[in-house]
């Protein structure tokens, strides 16, 4: 199979969801650590197992069998807004196929934090039932930047030749992601914002500021008279990062 023939599969909408249910069937019978389709844990391994799988049953192996660079897949701790992401060099029309490199990286965070939001979960224009169709669909999102990396040295999925791919081989009609992301889980758990003014205790003393940030924790500006940071005012304050659940609003 030459890859430009990736660019000519064209499954029909019943097929994808037939093609994308034996993934899944295939995933949770091969995976030691997946027993269902909410993720509570999960490993470089698995993502190996589905990039497999996605090969075999949507590509015919043509990975398997025609490409010769690097591929690695990894889940990182850090991603909080972005699902997942394709890493590449920059100088990549520059390279021969041997020394392609792409990373397939996708956030553990945003899929453990699946089922903290009681509302639908969209992705890619698929509402998904639990986590593992979300991670599924998320990957499906990758493996598209990745076959137009790999035969066009470039890829743009605002542009029209990867929603083609997309939808042609997955069934995507949207490039983004409705998954609960740590500032929603925040205002619905702990009733906090950005922007919001909160106090907390560190070693008996307590602090008043403001939340300017929230990732895993809160990132908090405390007024500070010898603080290292300084706003347009001239007011200086110093930075402080704060477990959610150790912050009252104030």
Same mark, same amino acid.
């Given at each position: 199979?030459?890859? /430009?023939?990736?660019?000519?599969?064209?499954y029909?909408?019943?097929?994808?969801?037939?093609?994308?249910e034996?993934?899944?069937?295939?995933?949770?019978?091969? /995976?030691? +650590?997946?027993?269902?389709? !909410?993720?509570?844990?999960?490993?470089q391994?698995?993502?190996?197992?589905?990039?497999?799988?996605?090969?075999?049953?949507?590509?015919?192996? =043509?990975?398997?069998? +025609?490409?010769?660079?690097?591929?690695?897949?990894?889940?990182?701790?850090?991603?909080?807004?972005? %699902?997942?992401?394709? *890493?590449y060099?920059?100088?990549?029309?520059?390279?021969?196929?041997?020394?392609?490199?792409?990373?397939?990286?996708?956030?553990? *965070?945003?899929?453990?934090? @699946?089922?903290?939001?009681?509302?639908? &979960?969209v992705?890619n224009?698929? &509402?998904?039932?639990?986590s $593992?169709?979300?991670? #599924?669909?998320?990957?499906e999102?990758?493996?598209?930047?990745?076959?137009? $990396? +790999?035969?066009?040295?470039?890829?743009?999925?605002?542009?029209?030749?990867?929603? /083609?791919?997309?939808?042609n081989?997955?069934? +995507?009609?949207?490039?983004?992601? #409705?998954?609960?992301?740590i500032?929603?889980?925040?205002?619905?758990? @702990?009733?906090?914002?950005?922007?919001? !003014?909160?106090?907390?205790?560190?070693?008996?003393?307590?602090?008043?500021?403001i939340?300017?940030?929230?990732?895993?924790?809160?990132?908090?500006?405390?007024?500070? %008279?010898g603080?290292? =940071? !300084?706003?347009? %005012?001239?007011?200086? =304050?110093?930075?402080? @990062?704060?477990?959610?659940?150790?912050?009252?609003?104030?």
């Amino acid at each position: 199979m030459l890859k /430009s023939n990736l660019f000519t599969l064209h499954y029909p909408p019943p097929q994808i969801i037939a093609k994308r249910e034996e993934v899944r069937r295939e995933l949770l019978q091969k /995976s030691p +650590h997946l027993s269902g389709g !909410r993720i509570t844990r999960i490993f470089q391994s698995d993502l190996k197992l589905l990039f497999d799988l996605y090969d075999r049953i949507f590509f015919h192996n =043509y990975f398997r069998d +025609h490409f010769t660079g690097r591929l690695l897949l990894s889940f990182s701790t850090r991603m909080t807004k972005n %699902a997942g992401m394709t *890493v590449y060099p920059r100088n990549l029309k520059n390279l021969s196929p041997k020394e392609e490199r792409y990373e397939l990286r996708i956030s553990a *965070v945003i899929f453990f934090s @699946y089922d903290k939001l009681e509302r639908d &979960k969209v992705v890619n224009g698929v &509402k998904t039932r639990d986590s $593992l169709e979300a991670l #599924q669909l998320v990957f499906e999102h990758e493996l598209c930047h990745l076959i137009e $990396l +790999h035969c066009f040295k470039e890829s743009s999925c605002r542009q029209e030749r990867f929603q /083609s791919l997309a939808l042609n081989l997955f069934g +995507h009609t949207e490039s983004c992601h #409705q998954l609960p992301l740590i500032p929603e889980i925040a205002t619905a758990k @702990y009733g906090l914002s950005i922007g919001d !003014r909160v106090s907390f205790q560190v070693e008996g003393k307590t602090f008043d500021g403001i939340i300017c940030r929230i990732t895993k924790r809160a990132t908090v500006m405390v007024p500070d %008279a010898g603080g290292l =940071y !300084r706003d347009r %005012a001239g007011k200086r =304050y110093s930075k402080y @990062y704060v477990p959610l659940a150790l912050l009252k609003k104030r």
